[in-house]
Antibody
Framework: EVQLVESGGGLVQPGRSMKLSCAAS????????MAWVCQAPKKGLEWVAT????????YYRDSVKGRFTISRDNAKSTLYLQMDSLRSEDTATYYC????????????WGQGVMVTVSS | IQLTQSPSLLSASVGDRVTLSCKGS??????LAWYQQKLGEAPKLLIY???SLQTGIPSRFSGSGSGTDYTLTISSLQPEDVATYFC????????FGSGTKLEIK
């Protein structure tokens, strides 16, 4: 069974940093591109970033370029999102999600982790 | 590409045929998926490439459309279908619609 379990969220002050982790199991992690998707409170979904199966390529939405870094450790089957220079508008639930077979949609999602940026 | 979903709220009876709409600001070229999100849960993939049913999804769900206009249809609404439904395009960038909340009347 595919499982994606996020951790590392919480309350952080504007301008500070936070790192999210996503532990994957139930599939061969290093065969799949992975992504982070966020959802602000009572709002819709927004794709944040994607990383290729081997970590060689990364892609970001414009609003997080230069502030967020997606990475992975295939030996640990773990995906990361380093978030720097956080802003109040980054407040959201962050989901780890899998791209199936290098396709651009997402077939499995974690339960999400809440990040609140507030002073 | 921006996606506009309508209606934002839909109330229907069990057994009804329900149609949800998603309209793109540009041609989506059938690169569209649909997700179901129940309260407090992660989204679940229902449909990809406009009309391909994800494994394990009941056949009462179907997708159709072309160009800028796409539709998710539930042939016979069930109580467990209460959720918010999002469309998602991957033709140009990766964007989600704002969602349609589906309730039982």
């Amino acid at each position: 069974e595919v499982q994606l379990v996020e951790s590392g969220g919480g309350l952080v002050q504007p301008g500070r940093s936070m790192k999210l982790s996503c532990a994957a199991s139930g599939f061969t992690f290093n065969n799949y591109d992975m992504a982070w998707v966020c959802q602000a409170p009572k709002k819709g979904l927004e794709w944040v970033a994607t990383i290729s199966y081997d970590g060689s390529s990364t892609y970001y939405r414009d609003s997080v370029k230069g502030r967020f870094t997606i990475s992975r450790d295939n030996a640990k089957s773990t995906l990361y999102l380093q978030m720097d220079s956080l802003r109040s508008e980054d407040t959201a639930t962050y989901y780890c999600a899998r791209h199936p077979n290098w396709d651009p949609w997402f077939d499995y999602w974690g339960q999400g982790v809440m990040v609140t940026v507030s002073s | 590409i921006q996606l506009t979903q309508s209606p934002s709220l839909l109330s229907a009876s069990v057994g009804d045929r329900v149609t949800l709409s998603c309209k793109g600001s540009q041609n989506i070229n059938n690169y569209l998926a649909w997700y179901q999100q129940k309260l407090g849960e992660a989204p679940k993939l229902l449909i990809y490439n406009t009309n391909s049913l994800q494994t394990g999804i009941p056949s009462r769900f179907s997708g159709s459309g072309s160009g800028t206009d796409y539709t998710l249809t539930i042939s016979s609404l069930q109580p467990e279908d209460v959720a918010t439904y999002f469309c998602y395009q991957y033709n140009n960038g990766l964007t989600f619609g704002s969602g349609t909340k589906l309730e039982i009347k």
